[in-house]
Nanobody
Framework: QVQVVESGGGLVQAGGSLRLSCAVSGYIVSINVMGWYRRPPGKQRELVASITSSGTANYADSVKGRFTISRDNADNTVYLQMNSLRPEDTAIYFC??????????????WGEGALVTVSS
């Protein structure tokens, strides 16, 4: 019904930049909050950043000033620009979208994740 697909992960040196993209498609009436989460090796998943449909963004303290979340409502896409990357940013990054479907309810949909590896 709804598909969430991340792209843009990869290997980068410390201090470098990467941009993640997440495209949402399917039976969509509207998308509420969109967010990026990550799961570092051996740790639990954590919120990185989220953004409302009106553009209000929220960031984890660990990425403030380095990461920027944005979205394109026309294309149902959310982005995560990651600058000044650190080895501790190494993780699988997941996109989540809260989608209002034509079936009368909103649900959270997750992508399969994109691996980001930052070398020291």
């Amino acid at each position: 019904q709804v598909q969430v697909v991340e792209s843009g992960g990869g290997l980068v040196q410390a201090g470098g930049s990467l941009r993640l993209s997440c495209a949402v498609s399917g039976y969509i009436v509207s998308i509420n909050v969109m967010g990026w989460y990550r799961r570092p090796p051996g740790k639990q998943r954590e919120l990185v950043a989220s953004i409302t449909s009106s553009g209000t963004a929220n960031y984890a303290d660990s990425v403030k000033g380095r990461f920027t979340i944005s979205r394109d409502n026309a294309d149902n896409t959310v982005y995560l620009q990651m600058n000044s990357l650190r080895p501790e940013d190494t993780a699988i990054y997941f996109c989540k979208a809260n989608v209002q479907t034509p079936f009368g309810y909103a649900s959270d949909y997750w992508g399969e994740g994109a691996l980001v590896t930052v070398s020291s």
